[in-house]
């Protein structure tokens, strides 16, 4: 029997990790399960790159161009997707304005599955207010209730939904533990802590730099700063790398704690935790704060630790940068959640079963 084939529109290129751990990465162990991925970007990394300028005034004409290409090239796919057996919209297909193109898929298509990650309806705390002007509220409620089915990174999320008249699944972000070694020995030499995760996300990270500071007075530990943008804070000595899909994992690594300080707002609460799980696929502990699924993810004393405040990060880390054993313990009890329910088999079977569900006819049609 011929693979069934899925269409893929993704939120971003490979190189923005949701991307390409909730689309690409499923390329291979969906073939395995007989449906062909087909990964479909909104442009190539290198025009993003060069019609997204962070500043300079050229900026927003260029941003405007860039639109004005992605949805060309997002109508070019919605006709193309007519001979795929399911198609999966993930986010939205254009990041401003109403969800008219997915409208016009769920016309031409009728077995679309909305993937969703992240409060689309919500606008980031660290973006200027006049990005929150441009938000349309209702466009991720009304992207799911025209869809066949949904997919919700965590329990939490989906409940941000509301009640929908289709199937929703909560399917994780997955990490490739064929990317990760089996469980390494920490590494030798000075503790390094480790905060992986884009530009935007760096504010939460300075929220904590007072406690990173007593810390680091304390311990002599490293800072390791994983980003596509550079990192400092007065009197923090930091380590700062630039991402890369090949570097990833050795630096991941490289550290002996991972972190994931969040601020605590409606639009953090919905995201996914996905740096605690690549800390727990490199079986390292975590410090993390209880905000959202991190709550739920860490096991206070067994995976990880939970710090709300200044003091609590002082004291998590400064109990883990004091018990090798202790980090060795947490690190590979993270390891064994990712093996049970974090992995990319694992959840690859979980959408494979769904899509066999929805492109055989098992829900309802969606309302238009």
Not at 32 to 45: E, I, K, T, V
Not at 66 to 80: K, P
Not at 338 to 348: G, H, T, W
Request: with cysteine; net charge positive.
């Amino acid at each position: 029997m011929a693979p069934r084939r899925i269409d893929f529109l993704a939120w971003r290129d490979a190189s923005n990790a949701s991307a390409r751990c909730r689309g690409e990465a499923y390329r291979v162990p969906l073939a395995a399960l007989g449906w062909q991925l087909r990964f479909r970007p909104p442009a190539s990394p290198a025009l993003a790159r060069r019609l997204n300028p962070r500043r300079g005034p050229l900026r927003v004409p260029a941003k405007l161009l860039y639109l004005l290409l992605v949805a060309t090239r997002r109508l070019a796919q919605i006709a193309g997707s007519r001979r795929a057996d399911a198609v999966v919209v993930q986010r939205e297909l254009l990041s401003l304005g109403p969800p008219c193109l997915e409208r016009l898929l769920a016309r031409v298509h009728p077995c679309v599955i909305y993937d969703v990650d992240d409060a689309l309806d919500l606008t980031p705390p660290h973006l200027r207010p006049l990005a929150g002007g441009l938000r349309d509220a209702g466009k991720l409620q009304r992207i799911a209730a025209m869809s066949r089915g949904v997919v919700a990174s965590t329990e939490i999320l989906a409940a941000r939904l509301g009640d929908l008249p289709v199937p929703v699944r909560v399917i994780p972000t997955p990490v490739d533990l064929a990317r990760f070694p089996a469980p390494t020995p920490e590494p030798a030499g000075p503790l390094r802590l480790g905060w992986f995760g884009t530009g935007g996300n760096l504010s939460h990270l300075a929220a904590i730099t007072p406690a990173l500071r007593r810390v680091q007075a304390q311990t002599g530990c490293e800072l390791l700063v994983v980003s596509e943008w550079e990192f400092a804070s007065p009197g923090l000595r930091v380590l700062n790398r630039r991402w890369s899909l090949a570097e990833e994992v050795p630096l991941l690594l490289s550290c002996h704690i991972g972190l994931m300080p969040l601020a605590d707002n409606p639009y953090t609460q919905a995201k996914a935790g996905f740096k605690i799980l690549q800390h727990w696929a490199a079986a390292r502990p975590v410090v993390a704060s209880p905000v959202g699924i991190n709550a739920r993810l860490v096991s206070e004393g067994e995976n990880g630790c939970l710090a709300a405040g200044e003091e609590d990060w002082v004291r998590a880390l400064l109990r883990l940068a004091g018990d090798a054993p202790l980090r060795t313990r947490m690190g590979l009890a993270g390891r064994a959640a990712i093996e049970r329910d974090f992995s990319l088999a694992v959840c690859a079977r979980r959408w494979a079963d769904l899509l066999d569900e929805l492109a055989s006819g098992g829900a309802s049609p969606p309302r238009i």
